[in-house]
């Protein structure tokens, strides 16, 4: 290699070209440093690079930076093409090549080095392999040895004053220097991901610090991102997942390990209901993970992507950057994954990857993040069908669910809505995604958990226009839909479905705006919707103490328009079907994956997120006591950033849901009795950061509910709401009677 060589290279220097006397009298020709000559004492145009090429002619070249097209590759641009080459091949070549392939891989390395048009390389490279014969044994043996090739001969791409050619072997891999000098606009890969995640909206990132991610978050506010700082990873995945339900998309960034394992919970769940969270991680160089080092916070046998294979059963993507030239199309790729896909996607970022050089240039054009667009003629067709259905339909309704909130398609439900004017109901999953003032909001659909005026609308029905269906067993009430299939058109984010027949890869959004545009109103048979109120004074008891029956109506006149409000898994998310939403309020609750405490960490999320976009919305939060217990520290991040939460704490001594599924009174459904007014205090709250108030009935509730500074809600606010241990949602005890059926089932 030339790194390593001894012998002179005939690079023209001026001050060293003397012709020995008497051989003769004509002064020697000289060339500017850099020129390489050929064996023939003439320039060699291959083995120099195009600026010191142009500059020892005398043509217009000289006033030129870049080569002609019709000019022959310069030293800089063949080796660049050669590692494109090279890499592709090692790339592909078989993991467990049969003897005729590595043998043919070992000619064409030894024909390459004497065929290569740079005679100084081609020499280099030639010696290197008399030392270090091709290793052709595997792909990863054959990977390894091109990167030993690579290390010996790291330095021999420049050398002080004088121009060295780049040998081949040092070409053939990674090339740090060589892709870098080729860079038109390099930037360190920790800036390129997040001024890509700041693209895609982004503006606070949640997370934990850990040595495995330190150096990665020193870029944040060079990318106008904001850190965070969760408590613990799981809390930090489930803000995340309230942060990317009020914006769109979110970032969370854990640490090798202990972090990204404490966090996989909160990302499930993201998964489970199509929540797009980016999910970074932190981990050890890619010279470590090579050499399978016995590293902290890895399970001591050398394999360091059993964490990665994890994730990858809850990612739609899995990025590990270890390879310079290939990370700028690795995050875009899982940045539109995410995004189009509504799922979390995992990015393993080594440390010796952070600060290591990619092509900026890319972040001049925006990822594209258009949805695919249907085929035409398929599109067309699906479109036909379901207006035939609709057009004959009697009595059609709509349902709207939670994919067409997390597919982005409420525009083209609303549109759907206005122009149809048909009866429009939720599911429980659904609720907030259309206008609930509207006059054709008829109600909450969830089987025999629904009101029962709601359930006698819906199910009169003859055609169900289904959008964004995620037929879970809370979400039907217990599979309890009267309803059939033959009379259901089922609109999905990937395919459609007409009674029974699918139409996979049909997508939603252009079929919606295309049944938009070409449904005939005089066609349509359209019966009046029902009237919903918040039944307040219909579920008020004589008794003094506050009933589930009653909170909910009553907390539904408290809201106003634009709160996002956040409900537990438990009393909360069943209670909260008989609130009726003024309009623009967005509805955060986790029906489906269901795990305790989400709601805390959720509820700063979604904070977070409105704050960050600008808007001056209530965020407010319902959670059992039982579930507050796991996940309460997130109170202190709210504190720490100022965010407008109020939270209604139900203290009902325990885990309600659980004692309706099965052991009302068991002692594994009791929690211990906190001081829950103290909670903002210990963590941090003053008289001044959170206001804190205990409601033991039903005037006091109503007394707090009208008070003007609560409902301004500047800050902070707490208040612990007292009822019965043994009261519950209508809707809840009628699901949970029939999961614990499911629960004691069995086969045969």
């Not at 467990?96 to 081609?122: G, I, N």
């Not at 549109?415 to 939720?426: A, G, H």
């Not at 805390?600 to 600008?614: F, N, P, S, W």
């Amino acid at each position: 290699m030339a790194a390593d060589s001894t012998e002179p290279r005939p690079t023209h220097d001026p001050a060293t070209d003397n012709t020995s006397a008497g051989t003769s009298t004509e002064p020697p020709k000289k060339f500017p440093k850099g020129v390489v000559l050929d064996k023939d004492g003439k320039p060699c145009r291959t083995c120099t690079s195009f600026a010191s090429w142009a500059a020892q002619t005398k043509s217009a070249l000289k006033a030129s930076s870049t080569p002609p097209k019709d000019c022959p590759p310069d030293v800089e641009e063949l080796g660049r093409s050669t590692w494109t080459l090279l890499h592709s091949i090692a790339a592909t070549y078989p993991p467990t090549p049969t003897p005729r392939e590595q043998s043919d891989l070992k000619s064409f390395m030894h024909l390459f080095s004497k065929l290569y048009p740079c005679w100084v390389c081609a020499e280099d490279f030639q010696a290197y392999l008399r030392k270090q014969e091709v290793k052709t044994g595997s792909r990863n043996e054959f990977g390894n040895w091109l990167c030993e090739a690579h290390n010996e001969n790291f330095d021999c791409l420049v050398e002080a004053e004088e121009f060295r050619p780049r040998p081949l072997a040092r070409v053939v891999q990674h090339g740090a220097r060589l892709r870098e000098q080729s860079l038109e606009k390099p930037v360190d890969v920790a800036e390129y991901l997040f001024r890509r995640l700041h693209e895609v909206g982004v503006r606070s990132v949640h997370g934990l610090p850990g040595d495995y991610n330190l150096v990665a978050l020193d870029y944040l506010p060079k990318a106008g991102l904001r850190w965070v700082g969760s408590v613990n990873e799981l809390n930090a995945a489930y803000a995340a997942d309230g942060y990317a339900r009020i914006k769109t998309i979110s970032a969370l960034i854990t640490t090798f390990g202990v972090g990204e394992l404490s966090a996989i919970n909160g990302i499930a769940g993201a998964y489970s209901e199509h929540v797009p969270i980016v999910h970074i991680v932190g981990c050890p160089s890619t010279v470590s993970q090579r050499d399978g080092m016995l590293l902290h916070h890895t399970l001591g046998n050398g394999d360091f992507n059993v964490f990665a294979n994890m994730s990858s059963q809850i990612s739609c993507d899995m990025a590990r950057l270890t390879k310079p030239y290939e990370i700028p199309f690795q995050i875009d790729n899982a940045l539109r994954e995410c995004w189009i896909r509504s799922r979390p996607v995992y990015i393993m970022l080594p440390t010796d990857m952070v600060q290591r050089k990619v092509e900026g240039k890319r972040l001049d054009t925006p990822i594209d993040l258009s949805e695919p667009p249907n085929d035409a003629k398929r599109e067309d067709y699906v479109v036909d069908v379901v207006l035939r259905s609709l057009h004959a339909a009697h009595n059609p309704i709509i349902l709207v669910d939670a994919c067409a909130i997390r597919h982005r398609v409420l525009p083209e439900v609303h549109d759907l809505i206005e122009k149809t004017r048909l009866p429009v109901f939720v599911t429980p999953m659904g609720k907030g995604a259309v206008n609930e003032t509207h006059d054709t909001y008829s109600g909450v659909y969830a089987g025999t958990g629904s009101h029962p005026d709601v359930a006698e609308k819906f199910e009169a029905s003859d055609l169900v226009l289904s959008i964004g269906a995620l037929k879970s067993d809370f979400n039907t009430g217990g599979f309890t839909y009267r309803t059939s299939q033959l009379n259901t058109i089922d609109f999905h984010s990937d395919h459609c479905k007409v009674r029974y027949s699918e139409y996979p890869g049909v997508a939603m959004r252009g079929v919606l705006r295309k049944v938009v545009e070409r449904v005939e109103l005089e066609r349509l048979a359209r019966r009046p919707s029902i009237t919903v109120v918040n039944e307040v004074k219909e579920n008020r008891d004589p008794s003094p103490t506050i009933t589930q029956a009653w909170f909910w109506p009553r907390i539904g006149e408290y809201f106003k328009e634009k709160d996002i409000v956040v409900t537990e898994t438990g009393t909360s998310n069943f209670g909260i079907w008989e609130a009726k939403f003024p309009q623009g309020v967005t509805g955060v609750t986790q029906i489906l994956w269901g795990s305790i405490g989400w709601s805390v960490g959720a509820a700063q999320g979604a904070a977070l997120a409105a704050k960050d976009a600008g808007q001056d919305r209530r965020t407010i939060l319902f959670v059992g006591d039982g579930s507050f217990q796991l996940s309460c520290q997130e109170v202190t991040t709210m504190l720490r950033h100022k965010l407008k939460v109020t939270i209604f704490l139900i203290y009902n001594e325990g885990y309600t849901i659980e004692r309706f599924i099965h052991g009302m009174d068991a002692e594994y459904n009791d929690v211990v009795r906190w001081k829950y007014i103290d909670v903002p205090t210990v963590f941090g709250g003053t008289d001044e950061t959170v206001r804190k108030f205990v409601v033991k009935t039903k005037d006091e509730l109503d007394a707090l509910l009208a008070d003007k500074q609560f409902n301004d809600a500047s800050g902070l606010q707490f208040v612990e709401v007292w009822i019965p241990k043994q009261d519950a949602p209508r809707a809840l005890k009628i699901t949970a009677e029939i999961g614990a059926k499911f629960n004691a089932k069995m086969d045969g």
